[in-house]
């Protein structure tokens, strides 16, 4: 396929909710035009799932890209790596007759130890008991903690220095010494192993080892690949209404998954980043706790949840659907700036007799179609819905703009207009055909 405006460039595909947009197939599509993928934020956190030929593979750590011959893969400063995982997804490849191509790990990026998964799941029984059933939902990857304790400096342990013994252990004593108290509070929630020095020490030492011949400056390779014009394709993780600063706080992860997490998470510049595809499912679902206007607690919900196989790539969980939120779409496309949308499971929608999207919220008596992402406010949200007709035909056959019903159609260029961006793009199945270009401008 041909997709449309972002052929040949360096390529941002960045979600626009609450996560598992699609963006996995995506960038396993784009891949094929491009030499380098580059996951900049998060970490296993994400689930990233691909499909080839009916056959289905769930990376969380490892770049989309990787399944596509030739393409480098790169894992950079911004990603939180929990070497078991990034070890086993590597293996796991290997083991369905897939040798993984070329793979760069910054040595800056941090290192998630095992006291930070367990700290992660203690924060959580805290919060949930504690604070009156507040807690976050995390993945229970050790996300948090592990980029708290970045931020935190002395105690950090980054994948260089897991080649540097005597740094190695100084800072494992360092960071389990500090969290000694909770830990001991809660021994109940917490496996000894996780806080234990010597074997924590011992488990790192191993995963340097393993590690070494990926570890690399991965900003100064990617710097030489943008000036010897290879083109960059960089992969968002979690996604822009989960973002640290601009989502949904506190129900939010602990990055930027947002465009604006590749500066950072990479050390390129703005400059490198030339075109920007956001994601974003036909309908909205989140996985977690927080707050979700649209939300249909009802057998609508469920239909589209199973329908759409709803459940969490990373965990399991059932994910929570409703109806497409423009409201809160207009907005994490505006923050990324995306020059084009991929609009993605509209198979999902077929055979509902009428389709509803929201185009306004009405908090405290007003209306409003301006998101702002203030957790209170969005909690009293009443959706204002504009209901377009159903489409009862199975598009997953459909490979052509012109193989849509009309009222199919008619829903993908409301979602354009609404939001002010071309839809390059609509996905009818995991499948990498299953995929329509529609070539930029085509429905606006
Ligand atoms: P990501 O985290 O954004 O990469 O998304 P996930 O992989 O977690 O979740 C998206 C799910 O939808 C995966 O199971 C995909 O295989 C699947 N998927 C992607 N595009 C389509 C589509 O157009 N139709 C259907 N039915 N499933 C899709
Ligand atoms: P992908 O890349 C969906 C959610 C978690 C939780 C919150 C915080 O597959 O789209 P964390 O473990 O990050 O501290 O959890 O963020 N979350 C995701 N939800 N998809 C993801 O990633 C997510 N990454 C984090 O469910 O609500
Ligand atoms: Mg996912």
Redesign the pocket.
């Known amino acids: 396929m041909s997709p449309g405006t972002t052929a040949q460039r360096s390529t941002a595909v960045i ?1 626009l909710q609450w ?9 396993d599509l784009l891949a094929e035009q491009h030499d380098v993928v580059v996951r900049y934020n998060g970490g296993a956190n ?6 080839v030929d009916g056959e ?1 593979f ?1 990376l969380h750590l490892l770049p ?1 890209g990787i399944l596509r011959p030739g393409v480098h893969s790169v894992i950079a400063n911004g990603v939180v790596i929990d070497p078991d995982q990034l070890l086993s997804e590597l293996d796991s490849l290997r083991s369905r007759g897939i040798e993984p191509g070329p793979l760069a790990v910054s040595d800056r990026a941090h290192v998630v130890m095992p006291y930070h998964k367990a700290e992660d799941a203690v924060r959580e029984t805290v919060l949930s008991e504690g604070g009156g059933g507040a807690s976050l939902g995390t993945t229970g990857r050790g996300i948090g903690p592990a980029y708290a304790e970045k931020v935190q400096r002395g105690s950090a342990v980054r994948v260089g220095d897991l080649l540097r013994p005597e740094v190695l252990g100084r800072r494992i004593r360092t960071a389990i010494e500090l969290k000694r108290p909770l830990f001991e509070a809660f021994a109940a929630h917490v496996s000894g192993e996780a806080w234990d020095v010597d074997t924590v020490v011992r488990q790192a030492r191993s995963w340097g080892e393993q590690l070494a011949p990926h570890v690399a400056d991965t900003r100064r390779l990617l710097q030489d690949a943008v000036a010897s014009d290879r083109r960059v394709l960089f992969e968002g ?1 979690n ?1 822009t209404l989960l973002d640290i600063d601009h989502g949904t706080f506190p129900f939010v992860t602990s990055s930027s998954p947002s465009v604006h997490g590749i500066g950072t998470g990479t050390g390129l510049p703005p400059s490198a980043i030339e075109s920007v595809i956001g ?1 974003s ?1 036909a309908y909205q679902t989140r996985v977690g706790a927080g707050p979700m206007p649209t939300e249909l607690r009802d057998a609508t919900g469920d239909a589209i949840r199973e ?4 459940y ?3 965990t399991g969980r059932p994910r929570r659907c409703g109806w497409l939120d423009l409201v809160a779409l207009r907005y994490a496309a505006e923050i990324n700036s995306v020059d084009t949308i991929a609009l ?5 929608l077929a055979g509902f007799d009428e389709l509803k999207l929201c185009t306004s919220y009405r908090i405290d008596g007003v209306t409003t179609d301006v998101f702002v992402p203030d957790t209170s406010a969005l909690e009293e949200a009443r959706p204002v819905y504009t209901t377009l007709e159903g489409f009862s035909q199975d598009v ?1 056959s459909s490979r052509l703009a012109d193989d849509l019903p009309a009222n199919a159609l008619a829903y993908v260029s409301f979602v354009s207009d609404y939001v002010g961006v071309p839809i390059s793009i ?5 499948d990498r055909d ?2 329509i270009a529609l070539g930029g401008e085509a429905l606006r």
């Open positions: 979600g996560g598992d947009e699609g963006k996995g197939k995506i960038v994400a689930g990233h799932s691909v499909v289905r769930s989309s993780a996604a994601i499912k329908r759409g196989r709803e969490g790539t990373t993605m499971l509209l198979d999902v997953t609509v996905s009818v199945g995991p299953q995929t």
